[in-house]
């Protein structure tokens, strides 16, 4: 297995982890009483922001070398979603409710916008098939103006923005497991992860291609054996 096809199932996972961990958890921090069930509610809301900047961790090798500034700005929009939503989860702890539903909008709001740019990317790149890009594209840009919405006080916006995109992630998810990233992301990602950048190391030899010298037809061995004229 390669090490596109490793990111791209490990992405999946975390991608589809993420739902139970954050629904399961904040169902139940936001009804149980404190102790335990709380905490332990609160854990999985917090595990789930671990996977959420783990995506965008995963992701920066494979979209830098199509888009290296999306690539930087998508793990940035993932550690922006997850910090928001680990200060929600937080505040559960103490009873403060409001804080945890105004953290979650502006994080929603953040990784709709942010993912804008990283569904232009997966188009631009066919890392995967283009309607999924132009679904992602639809579904994140209607979340974040579903996020505003409830912002602004239109109670349920939010919650109803969510669906276009959650599916998404749901059907990118299962396709990552499934097929991985096309084959423009092969070469890219495994020449990132091994430091193939263009120099040889120090007081290395260039890399021997076949015996060609620069701006030659001939190897260099072949050459050597030619009787001088």
């Known amino acids: 297995m390669t090490r596109?096809?490793?990111?791209?199932?490990?992405?999946?996972?975390?991608?589809?982890?993420?739902?139970?961990?954050?629904?399961?958890?904040?169902?139940i921090a936001t009804t149980a009483s404190p102790g335990p069930l709380l905490v332990s509610g609160v854990a999985a809301m917090l595990l789930n922001s671990v996977a959420?900047?783990?995506?965008?961790?995963?992701?920066?090798?494979?979209?830098?070398?199509?888009?290296?500034?999306?690539a930087a700005g998508y793990l940035a929009t993932r550690i922006f979603e997850g910090t928001f939503l680990a200060v929600g989860a937080a505040a559960l702890l103490v009873g403060a409710a409001d804080i945890d539903s105004f953290a979650?909008?502006?994080?929603?709001?953040?990784?709709?916008?942010?993912s804008l740019f990283f569904c232009a990317a997966l188009y631009r790149s066919r890392?995967?098939?283009?309607?999924?890009?132009?679904?992602?594209?639809?579904?994140?840009?209607?979340l974040a103006v579903g996020c505003f919405l409830d912002l602004a006080g239109v109670a349920g916006a939010g919650l109803v923005s969510m669906v276009?995109?959650?599916?998404?992630?749901?059907?990118?998810?299962i396709w990552l497991?499934?097929?991985?990233?096309?084959?423009?992301?092969?070469?890219?990602?495994?020449?990132?992860?091994?430091g193939l950048d263009h120099a040889s190391g120090p007081g290395e030899a260039a890399p021997a291609r076949a015996g060609i010298e620069p701006g030659r037809g001939k190897s260099s061995a072949a050459m050597s054996l030619e009787t001088p004229r």
Do not use: C, Q
């Open 4 to 27: 596109s096809r490793r990111i791209a199932r490990s992405v999946g996972t975390l991608m589809l982890a993420a739902f139970p961990l954050y629904s399961i958890g904040s169902s």
């Open 52 to 70: 959420v900047v783990a995506i965008g961790v995963l992701m920066l090798p494979v979209l830098r070398p199509h888009a290296p500034k999306v």
């Open 104 to 114: 979650y909008n502006i994080a929603m709001a953040g990784l709709g916008v942010g």
């Open 127 to 142: 890392l995967v098939p283009r309607f999924l890009a132009v679904w992602g594209f639809i579904g994140y840009g209607a």
């Open 164 to 173: 276009p995109g959650g599916l998404f992630e749901l059907v990118f998810a």
């Open 177 to 194: 497991i499934a097929r991985g990233f096309g084959p423009t992301s092969t070469n890219a990602s495994r020449g990132d992860f091994a």
